[in-house]
Every structure is written in C-alpha cells, then in structure tokens.
C-alpha cells in the first residue's frame, strides 16, 4: 500500500500553525520525518472517551470535533481543531484514557505521530518539553477565557465572538465578505456556546438586520467584522 503524501496546501498548513511554526528548523524536520498522513472522509472516528492515548496529531486541513455524550446520550460539541493545530498530547504525557471523543469534520487531514515516536522526539529535543508546556498554557488560558465570558457576557457578545474567531480560523475573502469555509449547523454552533438553537437564531437574525453576518445553509459570511467586534464589545 502507498504511505499518502500530503499536499502543498497541507504541509503549508502545518508549517504556519502558529505553534509549530516557532520551533526551531531541527524539531520542525524531526517532527515531520516522525509524521504520517493520515485522511479521513467527514464523520469518522479518531478517538473515543476512555480509550488508550496512542497518537499525537496535527490538522492539516478540515477539522476534528472534540465532544463528549452528555447524561441523556447526546453528542455535545465542544470544540474544533483547526488546521496548524496539534492535540492528543496531554494524555500521552499523563498516561490516562482520553477524555473526550474526536471525529472528523468534513474531508479532514492529519499528520499522525505514533506515542513511541513522540517519547523518542521528548528524549531527543529537550526544546519540545518547552514547547508543549507553553501550548498547554495558551490552552489554559483560553479555557479560563472562555469560563469568564460564560459568566460575565450575555450571549450576544458571546456569539459575536465565536464567529470573529470562525472567521480567522476558517474565512475565505470574497471581495469585501469574508466566507466562513468550516461547514456549521446552528445547533452546532449552540453548542459551542452553551445556549439553545432558537436562541442563537434569533442573535443571528439580529446580526442580519445591523449588516453584521448574512445566513447561508450550513454557513456563515462575515459582511462586517468591524460591527461584529462592536457587537462583540457590547
């Protein structure tokens, strides 16, 4: 069987994630030597809550949905990785079960290093114990971010937010609109955002009305990011 080879656009995107791109030249190419590509079709299994932590992986293109089932057996979303993002590596350092589900979301790509490949990368380049440890401390604050804006902003500015930050992740420039290319139910961004689907509605519909954002199945263009970061700031 051929071992895939990952695109132009691929690499690219894993070069410039805003992590790896500050590694320096030597961790950067042992990382990629280590690496294997791996592509998955929309909807597929990466990794299940509770079971071994065996890969370390970077998105190079699509995304991965982090969730979780909730009491009454619910997918609950929880967040998407991104392409230039890395996840998995908490569990390989801990030794403990995975704590959330993973699946694919869209036609997804993803460098995969194996858990006996990422020991041999720590022992080789002290630099990625450093590394790692900052990743984990922009997650920690983003999550205490994301904890203070639960409590202290109402779900307007929330939402705002949410499609500001979709918009830079994921936005295709069209002329002066901006085309959020990651594909989103409602109840999915809801989801991120802790609230119901009619609610989000309705905000939607309200941004539709002040110019913000226009509404388009399973999609969302930004027609004004300088009204939703007022919004956002309410």
Not at 45 to 65: K, N
Request: hydrophobic content about 45%.
């Amino acid at each position: 069987m051929n071992t895939p080879v990952p695109t132009i656009d691929e690499l690219h995107n894993i070069e410039t994630g805003p992590w790896f791109s500050k590694l320096s030249p030597a961790l950067r190419s042992a990382i990629l030597a280590r690496a294997t590509v791996r592509r998955l079709a929309d909807g597929d299994a990466l990794a299940a809550r509770g079971t071994p932590a065996q890969e370390w992986c970077g998105v190079a293109r699509g995304a991965v949905r982090i969730s979780v089932v909730s009491l009454s057996g619910k997918q609950v979303t929880l967040t998407y990785a991104e392409p230039g993002v890395w996840f998995g590596d908490i569990a390989l350092f801990d030794g403990l079960p995975r704590t959330h589900d993973a699946h694919a979301h869209g036609a997804t790509t993803l460098f995969v290093v194996r858990k006996a490949d990422f020991r041999e990368l720590l022992a080789q380049h002290v630099e990625l114990y450093d590394a790692l440890l900052r990743l984990n401390c922009r997650r920690l604050r983003l999550m205490f971010d994301q904890f203070e804006d639960l409590a202290t902003r109402p779900l307007q500015a929330r939402l705002a937010k949410q499609v500001l930050l979709l918009a830079k992740s994921y936005g295709v420039p069209h002329g002066e609109e901006i085309r959020i290319g990651l594909a989103l139910a409602q109840e999915d961004l809801a989801q991120l955002l802790g609230a119901s689907r009619q609610r989000v509605n309705q905000e939607l519909k309200g941004f539709e009305r002040e110019g913000a954002v226009r509404v388009e199945p399973t999609r969302l263009v930004v027609l004004s990011r300088d009204k939703l970061l007022a919004i956002a700031e309410r």
